[in-house]
């Protein structure tokens, strides 16, 4: 076993590309240790991209904001701007685990370790945020949605990095909001969750909507048909109905030691119209 | 002569009955004589059995005189957290 | 398997080492260097038991490398005590009993300190709330809330 | 011996103070060194391999490879734990249980070790050891395995407590009875009748320090073992009779212990550490993993519980009955027998019964936990008794006090009371301000009461006075919560000295005569009465000192506040001596002085508690949140009134967490699903609200100082007033513990939809 800590992205995917055995990133290391304490994997190669230039800093473009990969949730947390502007990513991002991990764990970490019950990936999903992907071929960048592909299955290629996630720049009217059902009120894994993100015209109508879910399916679900019904509403009592009730219809959940399907798909609706109307608020609407 | 109380499951060893006179002075007097009479207690008494005398529970002093006229109550001994 | 070698400072002390890859801070700092203060109650950062403070940040030295500690700047229980001068949450604790079988304690100590440094009033569901990633079996978590509750207000006097 | 233990009602001086533990510093700076925290020279690291098997015969186990890596030092299976227990069937089934014999009786089972140079050789051990399985059938659901049909766990079990023995085997161990009066006419007699099943699920201790130990065997065939415990003296017996030693060659010494609750109150990886040391012929160091916790130490019971409660309409409770199924895990135990005894304790009964069922089942072997059976019983009797006050259109807190038990009153489980608290406590919660703060909606308040008996036991204790006046105290019980305060506080009360002279520690085993455990919160009640039995022997010397320095009769010195007073006016020049004087003078008048003390503290006193909860339940999601809890419980006398409190408000901790969300998930392949703190869910800081404690003090006659147990009774009632608390809130009466939100949501859909 090696321990690597490069100094560019280049250096980090060479390495990646040319590792013979299993290979890990370490960014904050919250699922990577607890995997390697339980012997669930075994990586001959652990490259760390902490040191990596870039990657740990929070960046305001005009197009918005650039999250490096190896940015700690706290971190996000004390970012006045990105709070303000993305206050539905940022309380995802600060609901990982406790407050110990929070200053480990990373929104890029949180998205590949593809678990369906990823507190900061419905809410990213939601923003419509993009994934920075570096590989031996060059750069992409993608839809965050389309990282993972099952639990613990993404779509990268040997030798690619998540090395920035990007948020876009907020207009007017703006707001979104993260919620999940947990049996304690911390350090609990989402047993089912719900992200919402929308803007509103001047009128204060919903103009547009991206709604997605947690611990609904094998991945984070993007739930069009439910973006749809709150467009051009003020989130009338009718509307939200509807919303709960396309959001439950659109799992496709287990039953496990976590929950029920009846209870995640019941909650899943409940969590819908919470989560709609807090965003709503965030936005102006009234 | 006492009269000693046995708890349900230890009279089905005591010939079914729950009340039982005995001449005994002290706890390890009533062992003897109730394990002499019922050999099936002995398996009992190797566990463990404590004796409530007045409501007290005496689980290990098997020098404890029993008072004439006392309620002697056996009970099974327990295991606490 | 490649030994790393590490320079880092513990409590401000210049400590070298060398560890293996995939050895954790707590494993460092316990069977290495002899700090016992941080306990493994979990190993899956679910307890908060081994909590140290990495560059002014709490986390859990089960979830960080003895490898990444180069250059850093760690602290322990060990380091929270100025010689004979007990911090006012370690007077506290103890004041208030928010400690039965105490293993927890360094812990907790640590993340209250963390807590307080970043809100030095915090209200009792901040506290309740910034400590979630510590556990207690014993207490209930009644007279360690009380305890951090008064250090804050001795702290802010002082 | 002649000690005299009855309580004599004195005034007390240091008794009831709140002074800062004496070994509280080493505890706030990490310098307390717990059950991992301990190294020796040479030491090697010891694992175990565990069965990934609910229930399979072990064929045959190949451990040549794992013998052939480099650093490896000792591989040990079943075969170097010879069985030595001589037909001692409790002491085979903690045998078989360190280590697998023939079969693996639950999912963690141990059936191999190793001791290797480091954890990580030591982790590739275990992978190289070849093991050949057949795998059998399995169960793990209490009731299932109770039916006829289940998988066999034990062919040679044939439940005891029947009139005749059975014709066939079965998972029913036993069968146990208690009981008065004749419960059929007493339902005759009754208005009004509550008849209702419940379950509850397994939980564990949850002690954030896992199992740990460092064993060291020597060719001469003596040992030591630095282990975290809550009986040192009981785990030298059992080593001693497992590896064949002698018990005073194995000195063990109790590290401090960073919880217990029950589950450190038998050996579980201890032999198989001594067994590798000796093996090996280094010491060796074992420590459990959290998953191995979960897995492979004691958790509690799972539980069935039929109710059934009769009452006249004027309140008064006709008859009672209760028929409790309880999993002792793949061993025999005598657990629900402890539900059957508690279930129905806190009422005045004419007639009564109830039957208790061991229920063998494919999980790990049961251990005590914190007033071990009676929470379950407890859920199940509390929540009847509430219903049935609803029906009789009376008053909670009324109905109870109308049939709590009383002194004279004949108890469920056999023997008559003497003084007890559970009148009281009903008082003092009737009027608490809790009782009548008022709720908003979706939220509802419940309470109930529980009992425990407590123990008392075995227990020896030194006291040392050195030159200087300062006093050492050594005790024999380990001390889980702060008991070295409150034994310090007792000795200095009873020498009449100051709190900051005495200093209490635990003893070795090679140091004091046996202690039992520190179980059945016996700590500070036996080992207070030990320590005052000590110092009244020191004090016997202490006067003989200062007599033989005057030079007048020891029957006319008296010992007062400290100080040797010669008695009479004869004496009237004489001015007192203190403990510090005679002390410096001791090495002039006889040398050393000291007192001893070795005594079975017998005459526990029962206690009672009963608590308030106010919940609120979101009637979308099924989530409870506890947003006040108050409990009132008797202590006798609280020696250390912190620490009582501190022992109130854990109890009930632990209670919301059985109540709300803790529990042992087994999938069908009978293995624990949640074998981590992030899936056995203990309540966490922000689940809980401050815990409200009324200490009221109802002094126990068989102590000196009044005092009863308080360790253990406040988990007893939590799980029923918060299902008293939910049932209040939102309607629905909940039957199955934890009351977890995917339960809650479920009852209350299934009552709106009729």
Known sequence: MRYIRPLSIEDAVGELAKAVGPAAILAGGSDLLVRMKGGFIEPELIVDIKRIGGLADITETADGFRIGAAVPCAVLGENKALRQAWPGVVEAANLIGSKQVQGRCTITGNLCNASPAADSVPALVAAGAKAVVAGPSGKRTIAVESVPTGPGRTSLAKGEIVEAILLDKRPEHAGDAYLRFIPRTEMDIAVVSAGVNLTLDDKGAIKTARVALGAAAPTVLLVEEAGQVLVGSKLDEATLERLAKICSGACRPIDDKRGTIEFRRKVAGVLARRVAAIAYKRAGGK | MVEVTLWGSLSAVAGGKAKHDIEAKDIRELFRKLAEQYPGIEPWIDRGIAVAIDGTIYRDTWSKELPKDAEIFLLPRLAGG | MAGVAVSTTINGDAVEYLCQPDETLLEVLRDRLGLTGAKEGCGTGDCGACSVIVDGRLVCSCLVLGAEAEGREVETIEGMAHGDQLHPLQQKFLEHAALQCGICTPGFLIAAKDLLAKNPSPTEEEIRFGLAGNLCRCTGYDKIVRAVQDAANVMKGA | MNFDPRFSGRKFASVGTRPIRPDGIDKVTGRARYGADFNMAGQLVGRILRSPHAHAVIKKIDTSKAEKLAGVKAVITAKDLPDLTDGDAA?????????????????????????????????????????????????????????????????????????????????????????????????????????????????????????????????????????????????????????????????????????????????????????????????????????????????????????????????????????????CGPYAGSWAEIGAMTAFACYKLENVKTVGYEVLVNRPKTAAYRAPSAPMAAFAVESVVDELAKELGMDAVDFRIKNAAQEGTRSSYGPVYGPIGIGPTLEAVKNHPHMKAPLKANQGRGMACGFWFNFGGQTCTDLNIGMDGTVSLAVGTVDVGGSRASLSLVAAEELGIDYSQVKAVVADTSSLGYNDMTDGSRGTFSSSMATISAARNAIKILRERAAQTWDIPVEDVVWEKGHAI?????????????????????????????????????????????????????????????????????????????????????????????????????????????????????????????????????????????????????????????????????????????????????????????
Request: with cysteine; glycine share 10%.
């Open chain 4, 91 to 327: 002491m085979y089934d903690i045998l078989d249980n360190s280590m697998a014999r023939k079969k693996a009786l639950y999912d963690g089972h141990a059936v191999a070790a190793v001791a290797a140079i480091d954890a990580r050789t030591a982790r590739e051990a275990l992978k190289l050891i070849e093991v050949d399985y057949e795998v059998l059938p399995h169960v793990t659901d209490v009731d299932e395995a109770a039916q006829h049909h289940a998988p066999l766990i034990n062919d040679q079990v044939f439940t005891e407590g029947l009139e005749e023995k059975p014709a066939k085997p079965s998972n029913i161990t036993k069968r146990t009875q208690f009981g008065h009066g004749d419960v059929h006419a007493g339902f005759a007699q009754a208005d009004f009748i509550v008849e209702r099943s419940f379950k509850t699920e397994q939980t564990h201790q949850g002690y954030i320090e896992p199992h740990a130990c460092v064993a060291s065997v020597n060719p001469d065939g003596t040992a030591d073992l630095w282990v975290c415990t809550q009986g040192h003296f009981v785990y030298r017996q059992h080593c001693a009779q497992l590896l064949g030693l002698e018990a005073s060659k194995l000195r063990v010494t109790s590290s401090e212990i960073g919880g217990g609750f029950g589950g450190k109150t038998h050996v579980w990886a201890e032999p198989v550490a001594l067994a590798l040391s000796r093996k090996a012929g280094r010491p060796v160091k074992l420590v459990m993993t959290r998953d191995e916790v979960f897995r492979a130490s004691g958790p509690t019971s799972a539980t069935s519980i039929d109710v059934k409660i009769g009452a006249k309409k004027d309140g008064t409770i006709t008859a009672a009955e209760a028929t409790l199924r309880y999993s």
């Open chain 4, 566 to 754: 010669a008695k009479g006016e004869k004496y009237g020049n004489l001015s007192p001596l203190s403990l510090k004087d005679i002390a410096a003078a001791s090495g002039k008048t006889g040398g050393p002085i000291a007192g001893h003390s070795e005594l079975v503290a017998d005459g526990a006193g029962v206690s009672f508690a009963t608590h308030i909860c106010d919940v609120e339940v979101d009637p979308e999601t099924g989530s409870t949140r506890v947003i006040r809890y108050t409990v009132v419980q008797d202590a006798g006398k609280a020696v250390h009134p912190t620490y009582v409190e501190g022992q109130y408000q854990g109890g009930a901790a632990q209670g919301i967490g059985w109540a709300l969300n803790e529990e042992y998930i087994y999938g069908k392949d009978g293995r624990l699903q949640n074998p981590g703190f992030l899936d056995y869910r203990i309540p966490v800081c922000s689940d809980l609200p401050m815990i409200d404690t009324q200490i009221l003090e109802i002094p126990n006659p068989n102590h000196p100082y009044g005092v009863r147990g308080v360790g253990e009774t406040s988990i007893v009632p939590p799980l029923a007033a918060i299902a008293n608390a939910v049932s209040n809130a939102v309607g629905v009466r909940m039957t199955h513990i934890p009351m977890s939100p995917p339960r809650i949501l479920a009852a209350l859909e299934a009552e709106r939809e009729g």
